[in-house]
């Protein structure tokens, strides 16, 4: 049994206190960056993009008290050369987003930029990639400045849309496990929580020492201070939305595994 934490900016709050050592354990650990539901077993438990979760339906339960959620604000954000609305048709270039980040792309694109997608690109060798009016830019460079051209918040364009907050990741345990009970490895990710936003300064530090790029410090402090750890019923609603509105044409699947809690109270 293994505890997969997926290395992104997003998680931040969680993995570094453990790569930190601020919090020991003796359950195992791997923080693998673009962790997938490939990389996960049913004997294993593992914080993982939403999307990916769609994938383990028939291995996995969510277990809703460890979560990732950003309300309104993100670094997940769309660059155009001019604003949204002067762009009609084009290719999408997703440069470096991860699975949520183009799930919530498809599910913004037409209901409220108005902009077609004429293909997806994950490549500059890709075709069309040198006509993308649109990038998606996905972690550090989310929390960046463009040089030209306009700059959107996508997890702002979602609560506008919708009233809702993005969830970015969820905690998937495998049936092996919860035969058993995740009750420890629950417990532990709480413990970590804990520390990360006890010690959020240090976390930031962490961050911005982790890229190359010059981070908006204001605004990576106003978004780690932001981000909530746990789901709510209306983060269960939004993120069911979300995959209903944003998995078509992708490889995810529009229903995620059953939450813990509901199939319990189903027996």
Known sequence: MTLYIDDSLMTAAVRVPLTEGWIETDIPFAIRQGLTAADVGPGDVALLPGPEATLLGQTH???????VVAEAMSAIAMRTPVRPD???????????????????????LRPFFGITAS???????DE???????VIVDGPLGLTEPEFGHQEDLARAWYVLTGQ???????AVGVEVEARGPEPEI??????????????????????GAFEVDLDRDRLAELTNRIRYELTDADRQ????????????????RALPAFRDEVEGAT
């Open 119 to 125: 293909s997806f690109v994950t490549s500059d060798e």
């Open 86 to 108: 002067g762009v009609e048709e084009t290719p999408i270039r997703l440069l470096d987003a991860g699975p949520t980040a183009e799930v919530l792309i498809r599910a913004l």
């Open 165 to 171: 907050a993005v969830v970015h990741h969820v905690l």
């Open 238 to 253: 939004s993120l069911r939305n979300l995959l209903a509105r944003g998995t078509w044409g992708s490889r995810f699947q």
């Open 128 to 134: 069309g990639a040198a006509d993308a009016q649109v």
């Open 61 to 67: 339960v969510i277990a809703p008290e460890v979560a």
């Open 187 to 208: 417990e532990l990710l709480r413990r970590v929580v804990a520390a990360g936003k006890e010690r959020r300064r240090d976390v930031r530090g962490v961050i911005a």
